[in-house]
């Protein structure tokens, strides 16, 4: 069902006044948040001002979502680095240390 432009306004203004989504949405919620701005885009039927809206919001829910998984790829990196700074220390743990273990 498509929205009067009035409507459409107020969702604009409403989005731009919300609290950034940054700081209140998880990975799951932006992901999921994402999925249905990009469905009701592909969907068309709105007018060009919500379009306008649902394509700002989707770029800031893209944001969220590249952040979290940055973040995710921080922290893998980091237990790796730890893993491989124990496995260099003597204790053999981890991966590494197991398939050392098998080879020889």
């Given amino acids: 069902m498509a929205?009067?432009?009035?409507?459409?306004?107020?969702s604009a203004r409403g989005?731009?006044?919300?609290?950034?989504?940054?700081?209140?949405?998880?990975?799951?919620?932006a992901r999921d948040e994402l999925v249905e701005v990009?469905?009701?885009l592909e969907a068309g039927g709105t007018s060009l001002?919500?379009?306008?809206?649902?394509?700002?919001?989707?770029e800031e829910l893209a944001k969220v979502c590249r952040r979290w998984l940055e973040g995710a790829r921080a922290r893998l990196?980091?237990?790796l680095v730890?893993?491989?700074d124990e496995d260099e220390d003597g204790d053999g743990g981890g991966v590494e240390g197991a398939?050392?273990?098998?080879?020889?």
């Avoid at 398939?99 to 020889?104: K, V």
């Fill in 49 to 58: 001002e919500e379009s306008l809206a649902l394509w700002e919001r989707g």
């Fill in 38 to 40: 990009v469905r009701r």
């Fill in 99 to 104: 398939e050392r273990a098998t080879e020889g």
């Fill in 77 to 79: 990196d980091a237990a």
């Fill in 15 to 29: 989005a731009q006044s919300a609290p950034r989504a940054e700081t209140t949405l998880g990975y799951e919620q």
């Fill in 3 to 10: 929205k009067t432009d009035e409507q459409a306004q107020q």
């Fill in 82 to 84: 730890d893993e491989t």
